[in-house]
């Protein structure tokens, strides 16, 4: 019973892979809403077995693989694909290039796993935001792809340079030591909860407001409160 019992939260991560999985079978489809969909149920999944091991006292370091080669399926290639399809519409002049974010994401979750320094906060920009950024900016990308290939060209190349720069500056995070905050260290009082209460009703607001694409507001915030930190504490020095 208790080997049925510790491989809970390892069944939670191996459905996290398979939501990746179906997730990228709905792009290549082209039905990218349920390829999102897909993205939450990873979300989910990847938050309860870490919840599950936790209060289980389930962890080992095969638990640990388990969990860091789904993440790479769901919050690497996922991401990645939906970004690629969404700078195609816009006629970008080389798609792939969103594909530098899965090896970026692949060093992050293999550093995670033998840093120590992590038990608290992350170092680095966390996949999963990560995907929920690239996932909602792919949206807005889309939802307004006809109005950017109207642009001029002299503006057009400039806003092709910035998506370039954009996935530079994610693959560069998500293998940064800069320090992030996460849930789990949300302590009463602390700079760490007040930014995660921010970021989330900046996160809601904009689901309301611009659906699936509102989430690349709410983790856009959360990647600038965490560099401005950090850029605030170097300024000190």
Same mark, same amino acid.
């Given at each position: 019973? &208790?080997?049925?019992?510790?491989?809970?939260?390892?069944?939670?991560?191996?459905?996290?892979?398979?939501? $990746? $999985?179906?997730? !990228?079978?709905?792009?290549?489809?082209?039905?990218?809403?349920?390829?999102?969909?897909?993205?939450?149920? &990873?979300?989910?999944?990847?938050?309860?077995?870490?919840?599950?091991? %936790?209060?289980?006292?389930?962890?080992?370091?095969?638990?640990?693989?388990?969990?860091?080669?789904?993440?790479?399926?769901?919050?690497?290639?996922?991401?990645?694909? @939906?970004?690629?399809?969404?700078?195609?519409?816009?006629?970008?002049?080389?798609?792939?290039?969103?594909? /530098?974010?899965?090896?970026?994401?692949?060093? %992050?979750?293999?550093?995670?796993?033998?840093?120590? %320094?992590?038990?608290?906060?992350?170092?680095? @920009?966390?996949?999963?935001?990560?995907? +929920?950024?690239?996932?909602?900016?792919?949206? /807005?990308?889309?939802?307004?792809?006809?109005?950017?290939?109207?642009?001029? %060209?002299? !503006?057009?190349?400039?806003?092709?340079?910035? #998506?370039?720069?954009?996935?530079?500056?994610?693959? #560069?995070?998500?293998?940064?030591? !800069?320090?992030?905050?996460?849930?789990?260290?949300?302590?009463?009082?602390?700079?760490? +909860?007040?930014?995660?209460?921010?970021?989330?009703?900046?996160?809601?607001?904009?689901? /309301?407001?611009?659906?699936?694409?509102?989430?690349? +507001? $709410?983790?856009?915030? #959360?990647?600038?409160?965490?560099?401005?930190?950090?850029?605030?504490?170097?300024?000190?020095?």
């Amino acid at each position: 019973m &208790s080997k049925v019992r510790n491989f809970i939260p390892n069944l939670l991560s191996l459905c996290n892979a398979f939501f $990746g $999985g179906l997730g !990228i079978y709905f792009i290549i489809l082209g039905h990218t809403e349920y390829a999102l969909w897909c993205m939450v149920g &990873s979300l989910i999944c990847d938050f309860f077995d870490g919840f599950a091991a %936790r209060k289980l006292q389930a962890f080992s370091p095969l638990g640990k693989d388990i969990d860091s080669l789904s993440d790479v399926i769901s919050f690497g290639v996922v991401p990645s694909a @939906l970004l690629a399809v969404a700078l195609e519409k816009v006629a970008f002049f080389a798609p792939w290039l969103a594909f /530098l974010i899965v090896p970026a994401s692949v060093y %992050r979750l293999a550093k995670f796993n033998h840093d120590d %320094r992590q038990t608290l906060s992350f170092l680095g @920009l966390p996949t999963p935001a990560n995907a +929920l950024f690239v996932a909602g900016f792919s949206v /807005l990308l889309m939802q307004n792809s006809e109005a950017l290939t109207t642009l001029p %060209r002299m !503006i057009e190349y400039k806003v092709y340079g910035s #998506y370039l720069a954009l996935i530079l500056i994610l693959s #560069y995070l998500l293998v940064s030591d !800069i320090p992030m905050f996460s849930l789990k260290k949300v302590e009463k009082g602390s700079p760490e +909860l007040t930014m995660l209460i921010i970021v989330a009703i900046v996160s809601l607001g904009g689901v /309301l407001w611009l659906g699936w694409g509102g989430f690349a +507001l $709410g983790l856009g915030l #959360y990647i600038l409160l965490n560099v401005g930190r950090k850029l605030a504490q170097l300024a000190i020095k």
